[in-house]
C-alpha cells in the first residue's frame, strides 16, 4: 500500500488523533465552521494524491449534519486524487431502522450505506453497529468493530470486580456473555419490550441470583436511557448491591443520564465514540488494531 494520511472530520478529531499516533501516521485536520444560515463550510488542507485517505467522521447527534460532512468529505478526497478512502464513523447513525417494519418505509441505514459507498467510501470501520448482519454490500467493504470486553475491562478498572453482567433487548446475550468472559464475572441477559402505544419499557429478569451482588449492566446504546432506567430499578428492587451502567454509545438524549442515576445506578460510563462527560474508555486501541492491517 502507498502512503496512508488520517483526515479528522469535525465530529471526530480527539478519536483520529490518538489512532493516527498509535499507528505512525500523519493526521490533518479539516477546516471547518457554519455560516451564518446553519451550512457547513469545510476545506482540506493536505495533498490526498494517490495516498490511502482514513477519513474519521462520526455521525452521532445531530447526525445529519455529521452524515452529509461524511459524505462530503468523502467524495472530496476521491475528486483530489485519494487512490482510496477508508471511513472510520464510530457512531453509525440510522442503524436501528435496518429493513422495512411498516410498508413504504425508507430504510434508512441501507440508503446511508450507500450514499457513502456513491461517495467514494471503500471500506467502512465502524464500532459496534446496531444491525451489523445489515451491513454487508458488494460495493463496500464494512468492519464492525466489537468493543464490549473493552467497555466491561474500563468499568471494572473504575469499580473493581463485578459478581454479575447483565445486558438487554435481543443482543443481551451476545453482549453479556462477552463482557462476563472479559472480566470473569457471571452472566444473565434481560427482557425487554416496549408496549408500541405508550411507549412504556418493561424489563424482566430472568431467573439469576441478583440479592447482594454487584450487577455490571451493559448496552450497546443509551438513547434516552428509558430501557436503562427500568433495568437499574428491576436489578435493585431484586436485592443488587450496586448496579453500575456501562455501554459502547451515549448519546444520553436529555436528561438520559441524570434519570439512571436516579433510578439507582452508582455511575454511568460511556466510550469515546460520542463525546461527553461520561466518556472515561476509550476506543482508540481497538479502532488502533482494526486499522493496522489496512493501513500497513
Sequence with gaps: ???????????????????????????????????????????????????????????????????????????????????????????????????EFLRGEVVSLRQLLGLMADSGVGTLVTVNPHSPWALEREDMRSVAVDVTAEVARGAARFHGRFDLVASPGKKGERMARAAGEAIGAQWTSLTSSRDPVTGRVEVIVPEARVEGRRVLLIDDIVSTGGTMVEAVRALRSLGASEVVVACVHGLFVGDAARRIVESGASAVHSTDTVTSEHSRISVAGALTEALRPMTA
Design 1 to 99: 500500500m502507498g502512503s496512508v494520511i488520517v483526515v479528522a472530520g469535525p465530529a471526530s478529531v480527539h478519536l483520529s488523533r490518538r489512532v493516527a499516533s498509535a499507528l505512525g501516521l500523519e493526521a490533518v485536520e479539516v477546516q471547518h465552521r457554519f455560516f451564518p444560515d446553519g451550512e457547513s463550510y469545510l476545506r482540506l488542507e493536505c495533498d490526498v494524491s494517490g495516498k490511502t485517505a482514513v477519513l474519521f467522521q462520526g455521525t452521532h447527534p445531530p447526525q445529519d449534519v455529521h452524515a452529509l460532512q461524511l459524505l462530503m468529505l468523502s467524495r472530496t478526497l476521491r475528486e483530489r486524487g485519494a487512490s482510496e478512502v477508508i471511513a472510520v464513523v464510530p457512531y453509525l447513525a440510522y442503524a436501528r431502522q435496518d429493513r
